[in-house]
């Protein structure tokens, strides 16, 4: 589960929860072992339009958030092969774009199951939508919680990357 009292140096992350329809996305900032969310939202595309245009939609909002918070780094949720493999294909491409930009921006990049994604959230890796999105409202103080899902996921993406990677950074320094 996310551990908030960790200590670390202060650290931008743009967490991304990625999706040809809905790609969600967070910035988190961690300094003085207090997650801070400093803006999300979600890149949403006409499915009237090619998919070409809208993987450009998706990379071209995505340098733009980049552009605007600069983070340290990005997490990026991995994709769930279920039965929808049409879905888990588009879901691939949008997250292959996402992971261009923030490679053109020279960010190191951490990736992260669902499972692994909730269990650093919620404490449960089978955790609802809902639960996640409560305590990524909770864990960042947020007055309400983020709308749309694509948003708490994404910033709950990001939180996850901190939990994991300050938990390396404990075990490197300790050993």
């Known amino acids: 589960?996310?551990?908030s009292r960790r200590t670390a140096s202060p650290v931008t992350v743009l967490g991304v929860d990625p999706g040809l329809a809905d790609t969600g996305w967070g910035v988190v900032e961690m300094s003085g072992g207090r997650p801070r969310c400093?803006?999300?939202g979600c890149v949403s595309t006409d499915p009237g339009r090619s998919v070409p245009e809208r993987l450009a939609s998706i990379y071209a909002e995505i340098l733009r958030v980049v552009e605007r918070y600069a983070p340290d780094e990005c997490a990026v949720e991995?994709?769930?092969f279920g039965s929808n493999a049409k879905s888990a294909f588009a879901t691939g491409q949008a997250r292959g774009v996402a992971l261009l930009a923030t490679a053109e921006a020279g960010l190191t990049l951490g990736e992260y199951s669902p499972v692994q994604v909730k269990s650093d959230v919620t404490g449960q890796g089978?955790?609802?939508k809902g639960q996640v999105a409560y305590m990524v409202r909770a864990l960042l103080e947020?007055?309400?919680i983020p709308r749309p899902d694509h948003?708490?996921?994404a910033l709950a993406v990001a939180l996850c990357h901190l939990n994991r990677r300050d938990a390396a950074t404990t075990m490197e320094a300790s050993a």
């Open 1 to 3: 589960m996310f551990d």
């Open 38 to 40: 400093l803006a999300y």
């Open 78 to 80: 991995t994709v769930f």
């Open 126 to 128: 089978r955790a609802d």
């Open 142 to 144: 947020l007055p309400e």
């Open 151 to 153: 948003a708490a996921d």
